[in-house]
């Protein structure tokens, strides 16, 4: 499966963004998805994770009740909504596809095979 991340870009503090994850291929609705994100100078984190069925979400504790994955297997999109954004929120943003089990192996980049190019979201205070 290949994967294209949008939907990044500059925003003010405390506004939103929405990031769509595409997917090319027909297993798209297979695959556990992940959002990860890398700060300059910073190790690539987890961000939120969602089951193939869309069934099952995971957050990072620092987003909750901000962000929401969600996904659109009829479309072959995966979404990230963003609210509340603030200023630690910038980062690149990842998108990524796998068959991941588990509440601690959906938080590690390892386990998933697939990732897209990236999105670039910059929040400014």
């Known amino acids: 499966v290949q994967l294209q991340a949008s939907g990044g870009g500059l925003v003010q503090a405390g506004g939103s963004l929405r990031l769509s994850c595409a997917a090319s291929g027909r297993t798209f609705s297979s695959y556990d998805m992940g959002w990860f994100r890398q700060a300059p100078g910073k190790e690539r984190e987890f961000v939120a994770a969602?089951?193939?069925?869309?069934?099952?979400?995971y957050y990072r504790d620092s987003v909750k009740g901000r962000f929401t994955i969600s996904r659109d297997n009829a479309k072959n999109t995966l979404y990230l909504q963003m609210n509340s954004l603030k200023p630690e929120d910038t980062a690149v943003y990842y998108c990524a596809a796998g068959s991941v089990y588990g509440s601690s192996a959906v938080r590690s980049s390892y386990e998933y095979n697939y990732w897209g190019q990236g999105t670039l979201v910059t929040v400014s205070s």
């Open positions: 969602i089951s193939w069925s869309g069934g099952i979400t």
